[in-house]
């Protein structure tokens, strides 16, 4: 069985060797894979048929398979200029000396060894939202791991799509950048950041706790949490929510059930077609999205009556948000302006944000001309950031079948990232014996192909399960009488109290505590998150971190020393009613 090494020596090879886009090197590895060849040892040794069934270039096939030739004999040889040398600088995802048995660095999506759901499931955080044990809890950290913790569960609400790998990789991303800016304002470290250096140039970021982290897309990530894809639209719905608000916009009764006559309604709406979404559900709640063609506002409506008569599950449904976006008539004076006057419109129908939410992923797609129905059948358990998610994903479904179908480039947001660790990637390049010539600059072009380093997901939670522990008890001041008392003790009772706790239960402890620490933060996110938009929240995080943070010596004497957090300051940053 081919190796992960392998993999990275194959992707080396395209890109730097074959000087071919990353991108372009995952979808030929991955077509490779398909046919049985993982490594280049075995498309030097396949048949150029096999090779070239993968291939829809014959060319770039032949070139390939000479190319795998070439470089296992120079490894035969000895040349030092094979595969092997080159590997050593590619694909580091921890800082730590000990790798963790998978390595997360994989752009194809994860390890070989491991499904997405399998990956993900590994990196599961243990959470407590037990509110007496949180109000009780006083926990010993310094302030690194708090920002991280901090920022793990933030991130469930301002970038729901992630998956917990990349939560964990991008609130480390955000550590390491505060950590060094700090460093350098305590002239700990001097000089340029990675990053003011350009080594994240060109790539694109995200915004964390207040700080721009350069991420890398991780092209082919499909991960789908504990919804069920393609299960069945509820028939009934007990609540329907008739009794819901119509105040939030004037076009809530577009929405309401009924069944137009056909003369309302104009041929070409009788047969517009929808695209769908699979029904996806999660505890109990069920969503799909639909999407179709509009040119006009005035078209919306009939539409929408044209969409509710031929499906008649929807008048069950507890929310129909919609949206649009049109761009103007190309001969009207208003498409002069571009993009700036293209015409928005949407409604929530009940489910908080939804419309505008509907609104932000066609933005990011750039969709126009395009109106989009989410439809939820609420199940009766409160989902909190994990709606979003779903949301996207049926969505974003329906549009892609709505692209395709119209001969479209389908090109869609929302995708898993990393969290660049720009200091290794300058670290690794400067440093020698690690193969290649030539200025940091053209060093750094190149590793930033294949070599680039990401913070590890598996190094975070390592870093947070260790990070929490229970302050040690302070020992009350004896009086002489107390001191003559401890003198008549039995040795054996002295020993007793002496007692150490084996590393075992001290890890346990630190997991309860990280439990309970991440359970007080969800508590507090999940009472803003209806009221604030995620830019305003992530905002808010850093100040609300600083206002909680354990109290440490000002100046170098203070860097990493430890403090006492008492977890009901954070309970006290929760949504006050009113505000």
């Known amino acids: 069985m081919a190796s992960q090494q392998d993999l990275q020596d194959l992707l080396r090879l395209l890109t730097v060797t074959r000087k071919m886009p990353m991108l372009q090197?995952?979808?030929?590895?991955?077509?490779?894979?398909?046919?049985?060849?993982?490594?280049?040892?075995?498309?030097?040794?396949?048949?150029?048929?096999?090779?070239?069934?993968?291939?829809?270039?014959?060319?770039?096939?032949?070139?390939?398979?000479?190319?795998?030739?070439?470089?296992?004999?120079?490894?035969?040889?000895?040349?030092?200029?094979?595969?092997?040398r080159l590997a050593a600088s590619t694909f580091d995802t921890s800082t730590s000396a000990k790798r963790p048995k998978h390595d997360f660095s994989n752009l194809m999506g994860g390890p070989v060894e491991m499904t997405p759901?399998?990956?993900?499931?590994?990196?599961?955080?243990?959470?407590?939202?037990?509110?007496?044990?949180?109000?009780?809890?006083?926990?010993?950290?310094?302030?690194?791991?708090?920002?991280?913790?901090?920022?793990?569960?933030?991130?469930?609400?301002?970038?729901?799509?992630?998956?917990?790998?990349?939560?964990?990789?991008?609130?480390?991303?955000?550590v390491s950048a505060n950590s060094r800016s700090k460093a350098v304002s305590l002239g700990l470290e001097k000089g340029l950041s990675a990053d003011q250096e350009g080594w994240g140039e060109g790539q694109p970021r995200v915004r964390v706790m207040g700080r721009e982290i350069a991420v890398l897309k991780r092209s082919g990530y499909e991960w789908h949490g504990d919804e069920t894809v393609g299960s069945q639209i509820p028939d009934t719905q007990k609540d329907q929510s008739q009794t819901q608000s119509?105040?939030?916009?004037?076009?809530?009764?577009?929405?309401?059930?009924?069944?137009?006559?056909?003369?309302?309604?104009?041929?070409?709406?009788?047969?517009?077609?929808?695209?769908?979404?699979?029904?996806t559900s999660l505890k109990s709640s069920t969503f799909v999205g639909r999407a179709t063609s509009i040119s006009s506002p005035s078209e919306r409506k009939l539409l929408l009556q044209s969409l509710f008569s031929a499906n008649p599950s929807l008048q069950t449904a507890t929310h129909n948000a919609w949206a649009y976006r049109i761009r103007p008539p190309e001969n009207s004076q208003a498409s002069a302006w571009g993009s700036l006057m293209v015409r928005e419109e949407s409604f929530d129908d009940g489910e908080q944000g939804a419309g505008e939410f509907l609104l932000k992923i066609m933005r990011e797609l750039g969709i126009v001309d395009?109106?989009?129905?989410?439809?939820?059948?609420?199940?009766?358990?409160?989902?909190?950031?994990?709606?979003?998610?779903?949301?996207?994903?049926?969505?974003?479904?329906?549009?892609?079948?709505?692209?395709?179908?119209?001969?479209?480039?389908?090109?869609?947001?929302?995708?898993?990232?990393?969290?660049?660790?720009?200091?290794?990637?300058?670290?690794?390049?400067?440093?020698?014996?690690?193969?290649?010539?030539g200025t940091a600059r053209q060093r750094q072009q190149e590793t930033s192909?294949?070599?680039?380093?990401?913070?590890?997901?598996?190094?975070?939670?390592?870093?947070?399960?260790?990070?929490?522990?229970?302050?040690?008890?302070?020992?009350?001041?004896?009086?002489?009488?107390?001191?003559?008392?401890?003198?008549?003790?039995?040795?054996?009772t002295a020993v007793t109290k002496k007692k150490h706790k084996t590393q075992k239960e001290m890890d346990a402890e630190k997991e309860d505590n990280l439990a309970l620490l991440l359970g007080a933060l969800r508590i507090v996110f999940d009472s803003w998150a209806d009221h604030l938009t995620p830019t305003e929240l992530d905002r808010r995080a850093w100040a609300w971190y600083t206002a909680v943070r354990p109290k440490v010596d000002h100046g170098p004497g203070g860097w990493g020393a430890k403090g006492v957090l008492k977890l009901k300051d954070v309970l006290d940053l929760r949504r006050k009613e009113g505000t």
Request: proline letters at 6%; glycine letters at 8%; one cysteine or more.
């Open 25 to 84: 090197a995952i979808t030929q590895a991955k077509s490779l894979q398909a046919v049985g060849l993982r490594s280049i040892k075995q498309i030097s040794e396949a048949p150029l048929d096999t090779v070239q069934s993968a291939f829809k270039d014959e060319k770039a096939a032949k070139a390939l398979h000479s190319a795998c030739k070439a470089a296992v004999k120079r490894d035969s040889l000895g040349g030092g200029g094979g595969t092997k």
């Open 117 to 174: 759901q399998e990956l993900e499931s590994s990196l599961e955080l243990p959470i407590c939202t037990d509110e007496a044990r949180i109000s009780e809890t006083h926990i010993e950290t310094n302030r690194a791991p708090l920002v991280l913790a901090f920022a793990v569960e933030l991130l469930r609400y301002t970038m729901p799509e992630q998956p917990l790998s990349s939560r964990l990789s991008l609130a480390q991303a955000a």
């Open 246 to 279: 119509q105040s939030q916009t004037q076009s809530s009764s577009s929405t309401l059930p009924f069944t137009p006559t056909p003369s309302v309604i104009p041929t070409q709406t009788q047969t517009q077609i929808w695209s769908t979404s699979s029904p």
């Open 370 to 437: 395009t109106l989009v129905v989410m439809s939820r059948w609420y199940g009766g358990i409160m989902l909190g950031p994990d709606r979003w998610r779903l949301m996207r994903n049926v969505v974003t479904e329906a549009l892609t079948e709505r692209l395709r179908k119209g001969g479209n480039e389908v090109s869609l947001g929302g995708e898993a990232v990393w969290g660049l660790d720009l200091e290794a990637a300058r670290s690794k390049s400067s440093a020698p014996g690690l193969g290649g010539v």
């Open 449 to 492: 192909v294949v070599g680039t380093s990401i913070h590890s997901p598996q190094g975070a939670r390592s870093y947070l399960l260790k990070s929490f522990a229970t302050p040690t008890p302070t020992a009350p001041q004896q009086t002489a009488s107390d001191k003559d008392k401890d003198k008549e003790t039995s040795p054996k």
